[in-house]
């Protein structure tokens, strides 16, 4: 499974210039866990950062000025940081496997003399095959729509097949958009697929309680609200593990006793609940907000072709918090699998990071100038050493060993 190894965002909204994991600048720096959550208070910047990961996804999908335009965006100069005239940066690091050379992926936004927003410039670098140090050599690199891309997985013409001139139709539109679909550049298109499969959750629970009449997804989508159609697409294509599933989320929610599939007679597919201290079943309608989430993340942790990286703004809302442990464990065995993703959270809950340990946990704050800061929970002095003589990250955390705002 491909893995963020680290990202720097800077001039989107709040964060001026944040950094998680190692990037080209932080060569130094570890790379990011398979699971990470992010803590602060209230208006430092925890939804900024999901949507920073958004954001990048719907310039892909969709062109930077669409991307921007979006109603919750706003528009370019909504979304660059108050006061700064520099253009909203991207440096990301991934790995496509263990074993393969790790890319580095440069993204500048700023306004044309129009004011639309377009992309400034794009880079793409790697390491020679067989290069062990050094600075990693472009094979993508676009300033204003012109540069050049080198084909196959090469970055020198002795290596690779040929060197070739870009001019972009359209700056808008990002380069590993189009040269993504070739099969001349194979390093693109992973990287690509790899960018379009981030996986944002939003969900809404009343939403997940629609049925519709037909259709079957094969993932679930940002808002639940095709959470029938998921479970159509598995029952349809795997009846077998489909019904392990059922078994195993059964197992996992608070005063069920199992889960059971009953076909309507206008052939939609309904789930059956029995629970605890009643003798008729009930369904997904009539389930509570906070079971029916619990519902959709754990049947989220059942899919069989995972995102690469999911994103989650704070899962707890309408759970417990004897709840939250288990979440977070299910959270960590999902994470750790093969072929698991990485998941990125953002949280209140102290009994959430309780399960978490200090190199999985960044702390965002908000200077007196208005922007975010980040760093580790492990970087805080006396906090891994508290952490090494038992006490839980989270009661650290309630007790204020972080030194952050009240929540």
Same mark, same amino acid.
């Given at each position: ?11 989107? *909204? ?15 720096? /570890? ?7 992010? %803590? ?23 062109? +930077?000025?669409?991307?921007?335009? &979006? ?5 370019? /100069? ?12 991207? /440096?990301?690091?991934? *790995? ?19 004011? *639309? !927003? ?41 290596? =690779?097949?040929? &060197? %070739? ?7 808008? +539109? ?40 037909? =259709? ?6 940002? *808002? ?90 704070? !899962? ?8 939250? =442990? ?34 999985? +946990? @960044? ?16 970087? +805080? ?15 650290? @955390?309630?007790?204020?060993?972080? =030194?952050?705002?009240?929540?």
């Amino acid at each position: 499974m491909a893995i963020l190894e680290g990202i720097q965002i800077q001039n989107y *909204r709040a964060l001026k210039d944040v950094v998680l994991g190692r990037t080209i600048f932080e060569a130094k720096a /570890e790379t990011l866990p398979r699971l990470m959550a992010v %803590i602060g208070a209230n208006g430092v910047g925890k939804s900024s950062l999901l949507d920073a990961l958004g954001f990048l996804g719907d310039c892909l999908g969709e062109g +930077v000025e669409a991307a921007c335009d &979006k109603p919750h965006r706003g528009g370019f /100069e909504r979304l660059r940081t108050q006061g700064s005239t520099e253009p909203i940066c991207f /440096e990301i690091r991934y *790995r496509e496997n263990s074993n393969s050379r790790p890319i580095n992926y440069t993204l500048h936004i700023d306004c044309d003399t129009q004011g *639309r !927003p377009v992309v400034t410039r794009e880079r793409l670098r790697q390491r020679r095959q067989g290069q062990t140090d050094g600075q990693p050599y472009s094979f993508v690199d676009l300033t204003d729509g012109k540069g050049f891309a080198w084909s196959g997985d090469a970055t020198k013409e002795q290596e =690779g097949k040929d &060197k %070739i001139s870009i001019k972009m139709s359209d700056r808008q +539109v990002l380069a590993i958009s189009t040269l993504g679909t070739l099969s001349d550049h194979p390093r693109i298109a992973k990287f690509r697929k790899f960018l379009s499969g981030w996986y944002l959750s939003y969900f809404v629970p009343e939403l997940a309680r629609s049925q519709p009449m037909s =259709g079957a997804d094969p993932h679930l989508d940002r *808002r639940g609200e095709n959470l029938a159609k998921y479970l159509r697409f598995i029952q349809r294509e795997r009846p077998i593990t489909f019904k392990d599933m059922l078994t195993r989320v059964s197992r996992k929610i608070p005063g069920i006793q199992s889960i059971k599939s009953v076909p309507a007679p206008d052939r939609r597919l309904l789930l059956e609940f029995h629970a605890e201290g009643y003798a008729e079943p009930f369904f997904q309608q009539d389930m509570s907000d906070g079971s029916l989430k619990l519902l959709a993340y754990l049947l989220l942790m059942e899919d069989p072709v995972p995102a690469p990286l999911i994103g989650i703004e704070e !899962p707890e809302n309408g759970l417990h918090h004897q709840l939250l =442990g288990l979440l977070a464990s299910e959270f960590k065995t999902f994470a750790s699998q093969p072929k698991g993703p990485q998941i990125l959270i953002t949280t209140h809950a102290p009994s959430l990071v309780d399960a978490l340990s200090p190199d999985e +946990v @960044w702390i965002l704050t908000k200077g007196h100038d208005g922007f975010s800061n980040m760093k580790r929970a492990k970087d +805080v002095p006396s906090v891994q050493a508290m952490f090494d003589e038992g006490i839980p990250l989270g009661s650290l @955390w309630f007790s204020n060993h972080f =030194g952050l705002d009240p929540q």
